[in-house]
């Protein structure tokens, strides 16, 4: 079992609908989750941390965690074309590591 | 706040050749990793310095990849001698490195063609 998984997608949605992505671990002992957005010839760049079950809301962004199932989510309310992307998830694992999933790839059609 | 810095941005070498990739990392921070991604993958840690010690190396083909972190501030990683595998781009991220606070932060890499 991979340690983090993403569906690779592309997940298509159009403009102006909610995107979201998924992902799952499997370390049980993960208590920090966070979200990566990369652009094509880009590097990662953090959008979202969350750290308690339940939703976290920054702007269009939204970060829902449940320990309980080993899943964390990242939902994007109004999506635009320049949310196309790659985007990551990392649980944190211990002494300060990450471990990145392959990421899911969304595509946001005008 | 000056973000990670990485040169070169491009590299371009034959295989067997060496070549060596430069970080500085955020002011203040403890921790700085590298990474590799390949086209298609999520980074994959290669080693990770607290300060100016190895904190995780287990993924480091130490058979031909060398990295070092001296005075705990800027660091070198080296590829000697290169394969074609390892065409990739090498990201590097700094972090803290205390507290609960874990969030990481990427320069702009470099990548690497191995013809």
């Known amino acids: 079992q991979k340690e983090v998984e993403q569906n690779s997608g592309p997940l298509s949605v159009p403009e102006g609908a909610i995107a979201s992505l998924n992902c799952t671990y499997s370390?049980?002992?993960?208590?920090?989750f966070f979200w990566y957005r990369q652009y094509s010839g880009k590097s990662p760049e953090l959008i979202m941390s969350i750290y308690s079950n339940g939703d976290k809301e920054d702007g269009r962004f939204t970060a829902q965690l449940n320990k309980a199932s080993q899943y964390v989510s990242l939902l994007i309310r109004d999506s635009q074309p320049s949310d196309s992307a790659t985007y990551l998830c990392a649980p944190h694992t211990g002494f300060q590591k990450l471990v990145f999933g392959t990421g899911t790839r969304l595509l946001v059609s005008p | 706040e000056a973000g990670v810095a990485q040169s070169p941005r491009y590299k371009i070498i034959e295989k067997r050749q060496s070549v060596a990739f430069w970080c500085n990392p955020i002011?203040?921070?403890?921790?700085l990793y590298w990474y590799q991604q390949i086209l298609g993958q999520g980074p994959k840690l290669l080693i990770q310095?607290?300060?100016?010690?190895?904190?995780?190396d287990s993924q480091l083909p130490k058979d031909r990849f060398s990295a070092e972190r001296l005075k705990g501030v800027d660091s070198t990683l080296k590829i000697q001698p290169a394969k074609l595998e390892d065409s990739a781009v090498y990201l590097c991220a700094s972090s803290l490195g205390s507290g609960d606070r874990y969030e990481q932060y990427f320069g702009p890499g470099t990548r690497l063609t191995v013809t």
């Open positions: 002011s203040g921070h403890a921790t």
């Open positions: 370390d049980r002992g993960s208590q920090s």
């Open positions: 310095f607290q300060n100016n010690g190895v904190v995780d």
